[in-house]
């Protein structure tokens, strides 16, 4: 319920016409993921956050995930992946036992990604029940790797073949290692 | 009735939510991950929410499930693990698991060093209308911190789950309510 609603009030921000695919609550982060500017009305086109949250509750009652409208600007700067940030729309909407994705995660997220986009794979994205943002990166089950986006650090696990590395490091830190690992996990993908 | 014992080679089912749903039908860490406690007291009876086997069925299992959780709709998710694997997975974070022969059951060092039970049979008489009488819990979790849970998860994680696609649409209970 949470999904569609935020879906159709960012649908009404864009200005986009909303297609019978909307009510998943993932087709429309494709219209934003590719040209964000673009799609964006001339009063909207700005990175900051706060006109576009005020804008939003101007709009209609029910309001944009606070996650992605924190990281509005990031998320646009990036250029994500359109079914990265369809994923990344559903866990920010997410309701229920489990809390929706944290603002503060997120950012850490991204700031992450900016580091190590051009060398890795889109990971798949969970959330934890506190609102942190899980990443994976998977090959078998012998070659994984997760991080987990805590405020404190960033907790990792590279399990590869009998070697598992764990820890919680500063996110710069774990993306250069990462980075210059020999068995490359940011591009383990089935 | 009388608790269960845990036999190393029976397995626990957790309940796998769609967001922790990854690609090949493979669970994510995070499942195995408890919800955060909503008040001190909750903190200190914190469990990892299960289900054992021995108990009752899978298809049972998943229809509770699919009752107080799905509004008795859709396919449920869920990831078996045998006992043995639970304390794989706790010893390797430190957690100090005994088999006590005189009770039949598991135990953990708990802080102070008092000997608490690592499963506990903790059935579910009324939620929403409907129980669970194989629900049970994971206890030692309480003795790991952040690290160590997210360390917990991942010796978990990864598993295949299994999927429930129940009895077309609404499950057996919701129908005979309705029948009613």
Redesign the interface.
Known sequence: MTNSTSTNSFSTIIGSQPSPAQTTGVSLPKAIGTSPVATVPPNMRTTSAAPLRASVAHTSAASLPTAIADNWGKIGSLNLDPEMLARIMRLAAAAGATRSLTSRSLNDFLDFWKLVRFSATAPELTVAPDGTLYAEWFKSRRQRLDLRFTPRAVIFGLIDGNTINEGAQPAEIVAATLKAHPSKPLRWSI | MADPIFYLSKELLRYV?A??R???N?T????F????PASEADKRAEHLSVNYLALESMAKIADYYRNV?QDGNGDVAVCAVKISQFNAAGKKCGVDLQFDVNNSSWSFGGPRGRREVAYKHRPVPNNKGFRSDSHCGVEFIRVLD??GR??FA?QL??RRFHVDRGSGGLTRDIKAKRER
């Open positions: 939510r967001i922790h990854l690609k090949g493979r994510a860490d995070a499942a991950l408890e919800d955060v959780l952040a690290f997210s360390k991942r994680g990864g």
